[in-house]
């Protein structure tokens, strides 16, 4: 963690061959989620990019102020859930009516009624697990490691704090980014640098 | 608690007007983190032992019956012909009922927007994956071959080129029931990552910070995360709704498609997921009312929470009831003599009849007692009633399946039906499994869904300061 030195170059021991390009974050914290809804407006109409905020739980309103759009799991778990019946319906096709037909008491082979009960569970196996594991593959997690851990005080962000983070680009003063969210009403800023493992 | 402070919210108000509260005192999200993660941090006390030796006992006894199933074969349980389903489909059935509360807590009450869920959703959706756990034993072990059975009931593509015939609903209740434990087991780990993340952060330890840590999968509560976070968690939810009422729909089709009388009834569908409902909410309540005191839970865990779940008992209660006298009045005015036979001589005449009246009692005349708010507000009548509700609802199975068949068309089938100690111990055994998983549970993770509780007290205090300025 460093506090009051950005922009600097890369000081954890590393030589300048290694290639490493620490990514550089000013994390700011706000009383409360008002205050951090604010500031998240002001700080994108301000032309900054790579917002973040970091809550201890979801804040009302906190897509508009990122400028977010429409979330995209819905599609996914609908896709899922489509395949899952799809692949339940012609699985039980295949397995009852063309592999191994068994005559039951002449009833028919297809037999639709029957084949719903499955064809349902698999749609909600389906849509349930991409549900789940798509979320995790759109937002990148497990991901045990991430420049914010690096301020101390971010672990208030699961607990009570509300924190905004904005990724410095390349070519840009932290400190003139941490100026402007200051001005926002942010209680405490710090510049952090990620850390190479 | 220290940070409850009864000047500023009463703990119990007399006044029936004064709408009860679902957080008790002054809380901030710092004090509720503190309060709802206490009993994790803390040591467990005599309490906790005693209780996990119990439930470790009762899981000795598991063991020993599988064990003795597995060496002797199904022979040593009292199954005969006719009754081949015997303690195994009802334990089954009981079990998979009462998990169904958890999911009708944490899904449907969610769609409807019922604030008092939050407070013992994560309960209740444990309850769901261990009283799952416990039911799945008994369909793969009454097999008799269980390391048969993954090519008996799944499509498991063996060399004997044998296929599971998909037109039984045995076949169907494999699917229903492991989508069930899938989707309940990622829907309650999606709701518990956030608060993994509170724990990685408020742990004192570095070994503690570091498992919570590989749990809580890197969580930073970005908001970014948070926007596709809720879609997913709220998606889960509207899936798992229609899935819980299917899997004991497709449980009741075990009975329903069959011929036997006492067996071939419409009403079965939404009888049973009303009674699995019913003896849910009655399990949660019994294990609800002990560990809100032991664990300090009581600022959110309130009152009013146990409140709504006793008028769910009665509602689901009445439910129950409806489908009795539909059962009853359908085997008389289809005039068909087995049918009559079944419910009105066998059943409540017959060898088995003291488990049909204290089904009657139990499902029936107790839960009447919740009309009155003064015994839905009482501690030591609604954990009797709960447990009562719970035996209630495990005779109403016991009555359906063991009275059905031991007396069916031809008297020269009929036998009499005697559980083994074999049988008594597995069953036992799984109530000690569910006991140990239980308190494992109460031991290792927040037993509130503290996040969401911050949340609600965030929206409760906007609301209120909405209404001054404004108002």
Redesign the interface.
């Known amino acids: 963690m460093s506090q009051g030195q950005p922009g600097q170059a890369p000081g954890h021991g590393h030589g300048p061959g290694s290639g490493f390009r620490p990514r550089r974050f000013v994390l700011g914290q706000f009383t409360d989620?008002d205050a951090l809804l604010v500031a998240?407006r002001k700080m994108r109409e301000l032309g900054h990019k790579q917002l973040?905020?970091?809550?201890?739980?979801?804040?009302h309103g906190?897509?508009a102020?990122?400028g977010?759009g429409r979330?995209?799991?819905?599609t996914i778990?609908l896709m899922g859930?489509i395949a899952g019946a799809c692949i339940a319906y012609s699985?039980?096709y295949y397995?009852?009516v063309f592999?191994?037909p068994?005559n039951?008491a002449n009833?028919p082979q297809h037999?639709p009624p029957?084949?719903l009960?499955?064809t349902?569970?698999?749609a909600?196996?389906l849509?349930?697990?991409s549900?789940?594991f798509?979320?995790?593959m759109?937002?990148k997690?497990?991901?045990?490691?991430?420049p914010?851990?690096e301020a101390r005080s971010?672990?208030?962000?699961?607990?009570?704090g509300f924190f905004l983070s904005v990724e410095v680009p390349a070519g840009t003063d932290p400190a003139d980014v941490a100026v402007d969210m200051r001005g926002f009403g942010s209680t405490e800023v710090q510049v952090i640098e990620e850390s190479e493992r | 608690m220290a940070s409850t402070s009864p000047a500023l919210a009463p703990a119990t108000s007399n006044d029936p007007l004064e709408p009860a509260l679902l957080i008790e005192g002054a809380q901030t999200d710092a004090s509720l983190n503190d309060s709802l993660f206490g009993h994790v941090w803390a040591l467990p006390g005599k309490g906790w032992w005693g209780l996990f030796g119990i439930a470790l006992m009762g899981l000795t006894l598991l063991l020993v019956g599988l064990t003795y199933t597995l060496y002797k074969g199904i022979g040593a349980w009292g199954n005969n012909i006719p009754v081949g389903w015997a303690f195994g489909i009802i334990n089954f059935v009981w079990w998979i009922g009462i998990g169904h509360a958890g999911t009708l807590i944490s899904a449907i009450l969610l769609l409807l927007q019922q604030k008092w869920r939050t407070s013992i959703n994560r309960f209740a959706e444990a309850m769901t994956l261990f009283a799952v756990i416990c039911a799945l034993i008994f369909p793969l072990i009454h097999t008799g071959r269980p390391w048969f059975a993954a090519y008996w009931l799944l499509p498991y593509p063996s060399v004997n080129g044998i296929w599971p015939q998909f037109k039984s609903p045995l076949v169907w209740d494999v699917f229903a029931v492991s989508t069930y434990f899938t989707i309940s087991l990622l829907f309650w780990f999606l709701g518990l990552i956030p608060d993994l993340a509170s724990l990685r952060d408020s742990s004192k330890s570095p070994t503690k910070r570091m498992i919570y840590g590989i749990f809580a999968m890197g969580w930073r509560g970005s908001g970014r995360h948070w926007a596709e976070y809720k879609w997913s968690y709220l998606l889960l939810a509207g899936l798992s709704t229609p899935l819980v009422l299917s899997v004991h729909t497709i449980v009741s089709f075990y009975f329903a498609v069959s011929v036997l009388p006492g067996w071939h009834t419409t009403v079965f569908p939404p009888y049973f997921v009303a009674g699995a409902v019913f003896s849910g909410f009655a399990m949660v309540l019994t294990w609800m009312v002990p560990a809100r005191h032991f664990l300090g839970l009581k600022h959110v865990v309130t009152m009013k929470h146990l409140e709504n779940m006793n008028k769910v008992i009665l509602a689901t209660g009445l439910m129950v009831t409806y489908g009795y006298v539909m059962e009853h009045f359908i085997a008389w005015y289809s005039g068909n003599p087995y049918e009559f036979a079944m419910f009105f001589k066998v059943r409540q005449r017959g060898p088995f009849a003291p488990v049909y009246w204290l089904m009657i009692f139990c499902n029936v005349v107790v839960p009447q007692i919740f009309w009155s708010k003064k015994a839905r507000t009482s501690l030591p009548i609604m954990w009797i009633a709960a447990i009562l509700v719970n035996v209630g609802m495990w005779c109403e199975r016991f009555n359906i399946i063991v009275t059905a068949l031991h007396r069916d068309f031809l008297p020269s089938k009929w036998e009499i039906y005697a559980p083994t100690w074999v049988d008594w111990s597995i069953y036992l055994g799984t109530i000690g499994l569910f006991s140990t998983l239980f308190l494992l549970f109460l031991k290792f993770v927040p037993a509130v869904a503290a996040t969401e509780v911050k949340e609600l007290r965030h929206e409760i205090a906007h609301h209120a300061e909405g209404g001054e300025a404004h108002g």
């Not at chain 1, 997690?141 to 991430?146: A, N």
Request: no cysteine.
């Open positions: 989620s998240t973040d905020t970091h809550t201890p739980y979801p804040v906190i897509e102020a990122l977010l979330a995209k799991i819905p778990v859930a699985m039980i397995m009852n592999d191994f068994i039951v009833r037999s029957s084949m009960p499955i349902f569970e698999l909600i196996l849509g349930g697990s549900a789940f798509g979320l995790f759109l937002l997690l497990p991901e045990p490691y991430h914010v851990f971010f672990a208030r962000a699961s607990i009570d």
